[in-house]
């Protein structure tokens, strides 16, 4: 088990580690490199044999991807919107999901101040990706039962299952209450984290993300323009570009953490499941992809394990420890 520089307090509903010698439904080579391919399928989640559809989150998914493939029209391109776009990869997806989301509201990575807690949780919400507290008890459960039967999302059912499939069908496991009670106790009994989970409230604060960004552009493009046509045309760009094709390449990259890094990649731990770290997903995510490292060493802010591992989101957090607004920062002993 490797060790922490630093200990901090520790939710009861934090994932749990699997006991040694449990059994898994791959067997990784400790230290072994390269691309590998599981030969071990594991069984579906009870309920996607049923297969019953869960159509407000399909047909989102559909129809927001239908609306961000706009940005390939000429008519919707301009450069503010395609700069709002890979900024906010960096704000809403690395800041807010894995920042935010993962490494503190899961993990625990790091300590720092209610507000600004709450503000890396807002940013996470703004990716429409449920609200953390359901974010965070699927996130717990994927580590306790990594590529075993009960991982909400585990690649080796199929590629596309672990993708986006799992989202689309409902699933006994996660589908019900209990999920939170058991995963994620510690944000539930917090009002403003039950708050966003009720009544679609996460829902709600995405849409009126976009419905700022649209008013500040569209103000901002009248004053420089006087133009109402010229100013309505900026904004359509940026709500393409800023809001829905961004949101588009985050629910990617988060996936492609969940398929392609239990997928392809190099194991540097012995970790008992088929968590990979892979480069392309590192270098797409901002450092989740080092996605071995992680399982190996979940408190860990740091999921880079060596010189070469790029981290941009744990650069991040250290940016943060400088500027006061992070303490009790965990590293990975080597
Ligand atoms: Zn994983
Ligand atoms: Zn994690």
């Known amino acids: 088990m490797v060790a922490l520089k630093q200990t901090s307090t520790h939710s009861s509903s934090e994932i749990e580690h699997k006991p040694t010698g449990e059994t898994n439904a791959s067997k990784p080579v400790a230290g072994s490199e390269g691309l590998a391919f599981p030969t071990t399928v594991v069984a579906p989640p009870p309920a996607k044999d049923k297969l019953r559809i869960r159509w407000a989150y399909t047909l989102s998914i ?15 391109f301009s450069w503010t919107g395609v700069i709002a776009c890979f900024l906010g990869l960096y704000v809403f997806g690395t800041l807010g999901i894995n920042v935010g989301f993962h490494r503190l509201l899961t993990h625990r990575g790091f300590a720092c101040s209610k507000f600004v807690e709450r503000s890396l949780a807002l940013l996470g919400v703004c990716c429409l990706q449920e609200g953390p507290g359901r974010w965070v008890a699927i996130h717990r459960q994927h580590h306790q039962h990594s590529d075993e039967q009960p991982d909400p999302h585990s690649p080796l059912v199929a590629f596309f299952w672990g993708h986006v499939g799992w989202l689309l069908v409902s699933n006994t ?48 493009g009248w004053a420089i323009t006087r133009d109402v046509s010229a100013a309505a045309k900026l904004t359509a760009s940026m709500i393409v570009w800023g809001v829905l094709l961004r949101t588009v390449l985050v629910w990617h990259i988060t996936w492609s953490v969940n398929s392609l890094s239990h997928l392809f990649g190099y194991q540097s731990h012995d970790t008992g499941e088929n968590s990979r770290n892979n480069w392309l997903v590192a270098l797409i995510s901002n450092g989740e992809g080092w996605h071995n490292n992680h399982h190996a060493d979940p408190r860990s802010a740091a999921h880079g394990h060596k010189w070469y591992e790029l981290d941009v989101s744990y650069l991040s957090i250290v940016a943060m420890e400088k500027l006061g607004l992070a303490t009790k920062v965990m590293r990975h002993d080597r």
């Open 173 to 220: 496991a996660t589908d019900s209450m209990s999920l939170y009670e058991r995963y994620a106790r510690d944000l539930m009994k917090q009002r403003f984290y039950m708050q966003l989970e009720r009544q679609l409230n996460w829902l709600w604060v995405y849409v009126a993300h976009a419905a700022i960004i649209a008013a500040v552009t569209f103000g901002i």
């Open 62 to 76: 559909v129809v927001i991807h239908l609306l961000a493939v706009a940005a390939a029209l000429p008519w919707f």
